[in-house]
């Protein structure tokens, strides 16, 4: 069974940083795409970045770009989103979500983890 | 950045019923067009993707339909199981980008 697990969400202070980490089992995780996709507290899905199966090709969200970074360690089954300079509108639910097996940006997300909730609050 | 307007934003339908949600695009994405169901406290579920193929166990009263601009997600017989929100994303080029969502209520 394909299972993806956030962990590493919780209460950070503006400014500050957080790292998640998506652990994934029951499929090839060296051969997709990943990404994180949020949801802030009642709001719509808004997409993060995506990273390639190789780490080859990166992409951000504008409202991230410079402050987040995406990583991915195939050899432990790890996706990775260090975010950094915290702002109260990245109050969210972060999802990791698997993309495709191929080299593409045109990813759509199956499946998605449980998600981990961070809050940046004083 | 491609703008994905998604109408209606609410509806209200009964057990059995044909309903229909709509999906625009600002520009162009051919058929790069994908729909997601979202229950309360859930992660989103892939119902569609690339406008009309359904997901692998997805049932077959889900369908999706369009190309270009606009696009439908098709439900054909509204079971309990599907009051949700639903929610299109276009995979065309990044920024990714999703509709405000559409939820599905119990009239």
């Known amino acids: 069974e394909v299972q993806l697990v956030e962990s590493g969400g919780g209460l950070v202070k503006p400014g500050g940083s957080l790292r998640l980490s998506c652990a994934a089992s029951g499929f090839t995780f060296s051969s997709y795409n990943m990404n994180w996709v949020r949801q802030a507290p009642g709001k719509g899905l808004e997409w993060v970045s995506s990273?390639?199966?190789?780490?080859?090709?990166?992409y951000y969200a504008d409202s991230v770009q410079g402050r987040f970074t995406i990583s991915r360690d195939n050899a432990k089954n790890s996706l990775n989103l260090q975010m950094n300079s915290l702002r109260a509108e990245d109050t969210a639910v972060y999802y990791c979500?698997?993309?495709?097996?191929?080299?593409?940006?045109?990813?759509?997300?199956?499946?998605w983890g449980q998600g981990t909730l961070v809050t940046v609050s004083s | 950045d491609i703008q994905m307007t998604q109408s209606p934003s609410s509806l209200s339908a009964s057990v059995g019923d044909r309903v229909t949600i709509t999906c625009r695009a600002s520009?162009?994405?051919?058929?790069?067009l994908n729909w997601y169901q979202q229950k309360p406290g859930k992660a989103p579920n892939l119902l569609i993707h690339?406008?009309?193929s359904l997901q692998s166990g997805v049932p077959s009263r889900f369908s999706g339909s369009g190309s270009g601009t606009d696009f439908t997600l098709t439900i054909s017989s509204l079971q309990p199981e599907d009051f949700a929100t639903y929610y299109c994303?276009?995979?065309?080029?990044?920024?990714?980008?999703f509709g405000g969502g559409t939820k599905v209520e119990i009239k």
């Open positions: 990273i390639s199966s190789s780490s080859s090709y990166i």
């Open positions: 520009q162009s994405i051919n058929n790069y």
């Open positions: 994303q276009q995979s065309y080029t990044t920024p990714l980008t």
């Open positions: 979500a698997r993309g495709l097996e191929m080299a593409t940006s045109r990813n759509w997300f199956d499946p």
């Open positions: 690339t406008a009309s």
